[in-house]
Structures are given as structure tokens and as C-alpha cells.
């Protein structure tokens, strides 16, 4: 199977800050990634899929970019509302489709 | 509006079963990709199982052998049987629609605690 690391695992930023984090596999899955934001207690929500394509009514501040193993999401300018859990997903090789381990983020 | 909700969940002891219902409104449950994913307290998410259009199953490991994905067509529900149930299945469990490899539509959850 497909193994997915994130880093940082968790993150502290400021309102405005520009953040990245990185999702890496463990073996080339073209652009079969996917990006998704989860607030506690809630469902998962598609971000970004096709490694780089934001899903409709996501906010632009919201990008991504990678292939093969090497991924990021990135924050434009953090906003409060975007403190959350965000995994990266592969499909390439599925099932499973394999999550990363999650990246925590935090507003300063 | 696209919506899944998920029913079923609740407390039963180590051992036991318990299934679990995914209700579709404008999703053709028989037409599309539809997966179940749980997240355990505290951690992060696992993928459980896959039911293809065509009617294909596939299992995390952790899962195979106990638990089972269904759909009735008349209902436009998806399902997950769950037998021989085991502490660390104590998960808040998310029925998802995969399309074009990716997941676009998660239902809100139902949450499985095994305890005795």
C-alpha cells in the first residue's frame, strides 16, 4: 500500500500568514491527491483535488501543487476560520485510499 | 440539495454487530464510488471499505473478514454490517461518494462505541 507523511504535524500561525504543508508519498501517484479540511466535530470537507484543482466554493487563499511524491496545500493569507485538521488523500493506487496523517493548524 | 446521512451507530459490547445506514438524497447510491471512512477519537481518518458501481467490494485490512458493504438500489441506501466488533472499532464512521478519485460528499457521521 501507499504511505502518506504530512509535516509539519502541527502548526502555528498568524492571521494573514502564508502556510504550507507538505504531503509526501511513498511511492509516484501522478496527481491522485487530495486535500481536505475537518473542524472538530464535523465531516471532512473537500478542499483541493487533482493535486492542484480547488473544489467549487473553496476560497482562492486556498492552492495546491505537486506530483509523483512530493505535494503541498498552501494558505494564501490564514484567515481565523481556517483553524483545523487538514489531511491529504491518494487515490492512485485504491483501495485503499490511503490519508495522510493530518497537519493541525492554529491561529498565534 | 446532495446530502448522505448515516444512521445506526451506537454502543454495543466487544463481539457484537451492528449495521450501519447511509441514506442518499440526488446521489445514485448504485451509480457511484461509495466509500465508508472512520476516524477513531482523537486520530486521524482511515479509509474502511469501497462498494464500485458495478458491485465490487474491497476492505482495510484492519476490517476484512468482519464487516460487510451493501447497497439496496430501492432504497438508495448504502450499509455496513458490522460483526465481530472490537474496541479499537470505536469510531465516528462517514459514508463518502469517491468520484474522479477524489471524495466530494461526506455525510456528517455516526458514532460506534464498543464497550462493555
Known amino acids: 500500500d501507499i504511505q502518506l507523511t504530512q509535516s509539519p504535524s502541527f502548526l502555528s500561525a498568524s492571521v494573514g500568514d502564508r502556510v504550507t504543508i507538505t504531503c509526501r508519498a511513498s511511492?509516484?501517484?501522478?496527481?491522485?491527491l487530495a486535500w481536505y479540511q475537518q473542524k472538530p466535530g464535523k465531516a471532512p470537507k473537500l478542499l483541493i483535488h487533482g493535486a492542484s484543482t480547488l473544489q467549487s466554493g473553496v476560497p482562492s487563499r486556498f492552492s495546491g501543487s505537486g506530483s509523483g511524491t512530493e505535494f503541498t496545500l498552501t494558505i494564501s493569507s490564514l484567515q481565523p476560520e481556517d483553524c483545523a485538521t487538514y489531511y491529504c488523500q491518494q487515490l492512485d493506487s485504491y483501495p485503499p485510499g490511503n490519508f495522510g496523517p493530518g497537519t493541525k493548524v492554529d491561529i498565534k | 440539495e446532495v446530502q448522505l446521512v448515516e444512521s445506526g451507530g451506537g454502543l454495543v459490547q466487544p463481539g457484537g454487530s451492528l449495521r450501519l445506514s447511509c441514506a442518499a438524497s440526488r446521489i445514485i447510491v448504485s451509480s457511484n464510488y461509495m466509500n465508508w471512512v472512520r476516524q477513531a477519537p482523537g486520530k486521524g481518518l482511515e479509509w474502511v471499505s469501497v462498494i464500485y458501481p458495478g458491485g465490487s467490494t474491497f476492505y482495510a485490512d484492519s476490517v476484512k473478514g468482519r464487516f460487510t458493504i451493501s447497497r439496496d438500489n430501492s432504497k438508495n441506501t448504502l450499509y455496513l454490517q458490522m460483526n465481530s466488533l472490537r474496541a479499537e472499532d470505536t469510531a465516528v464512521y462517514y459514508c463518502?461518494?469517491?468520484?474522479?478519485?477524489?471524495?466530494?460528499?461526506w455525510g456528517k457521521g455516526t458514532t460506534v462505541t464498543v464497550s462493555s
Open positions: 511511492q509516484g501517484i501522478s496527481t491522485y
Open positions: 463518502a461518494r469517491e468520484v474522479y478519485h477524489y471524495m466530494d460528499v
